[in-house]
T-cell receptor
Framework: EAGVTQSPTHLIKTRGQQATLRCSPI?????VYWYQQALGLGLQFLLW???????NRGNFPPRFSGRQFPNYSSELNVNALELEDSALYLC????????????FGQGTRLTVV | KQEVTQIPAALSVPEGENLVLNCSFT??????LQWFRQDPGKGLTSLLL?????REQTSGRLNASLDKSSGRSTLYIAASQPGDSATYLC?????????FGEGTQLTVNP
């Protein structure tokens, strides 16, 4: 069974551009979490989607947005990219409920130049 | 104050040593606690999941305990190997989602 898949694996953008990152959860999972991990730092929570709805949002500016599709895959959009947005973006999925295990993808490395 | 704290931030041990990583969290209203491993530049690999009603979980050389009332969890690694070198993260699941600690960077020297 396929794990959580993220695309692309690497993305290079210019400051001011927009970036779109994609996540496909494990089959049957309805929750998707997004995290930002800047080099040498911990995981910062971005967004949580469950069954198509945004359940919670971290302390990030509105230019970080996303959505979850009917098939439970998810997109993270970052507008007006800044150099500080360069980071590893990680997606996790879990099945329905709050007691289930979370599984992570391998991440998208976003570099803003 | 950090919601989830991990101590120590870094640890270097010789091969074969048994070791303990610590995780503490504020607010004991958690659904579960999960331990992960992260290799440099990679995603996270789930190691153990402990539900709030459980005291411990074991997988191979790994044993994780949970004391929800005191807001603490430990990850015990027996007979450490160089391949165990990685960053270990704990995360607590609450109503508002999954919150991570900063991690413990473990180096096991041959």
């Amino acid at each position: 069974e396929a794990g959580v898949t993220q695309s692309p694996t690497h993305l290079i953008k210019t400051r001011g551009q927009q970036a779109t990152l994609r996540c496909s959860p494990i089959s049957g999972h309805t929750s998707v979490y997004w995290y930002q991990q800047a080099l040498g730092l911990g995981l910062q929570f971005l967004l949580w989607y469950d069954e198509g709805e945004e359940r919670n949002r971290g302390n990030f500016p509105p230019r970080f947005s996303g959505r979850q599709f009917p098939n439970y895959s998810s997109e993270l959009n970052v507008n007006a990219l800044e150099l500080e947005d360069s980071a590893l973006y990680l997606c996790a999925s879990s099945s329905r409920g709050l007691v289930t295990e979370a599984f992570f993808g391998q991440g998208t490395r976003l570099t803003v130049v | 104050k950090q919601e989830v704290t991990q101590i120590p931030a870094a640890l270097s041990v010789p091969e074969g040593e048994n070791l303990v990583l610590n995780c503490s969290f504020t607010d004991s209203a958690i659904y579960n606690l999960q331990w992960f491993r992260q290799d440099p530049g990679k995603g996270l690999t789930s190691l153990l999941l402990i539900q709030s009603s459980q005291r411990e979980q074991t997988s191979g050389r790994l044993n994780a305990s949970l004391d929800k009332s005191s807001g603490r969890s430990t990850l015990y690694i027996a007979a450490s190997q160089p391949g165990d070198s990685a960053t270990y993260l704990c995360a607590v699941r609450r109503e508002r989602g999954l919150t991570f600690g900063e991690g413990t960077q473990l180096t096991v020297n041959p």
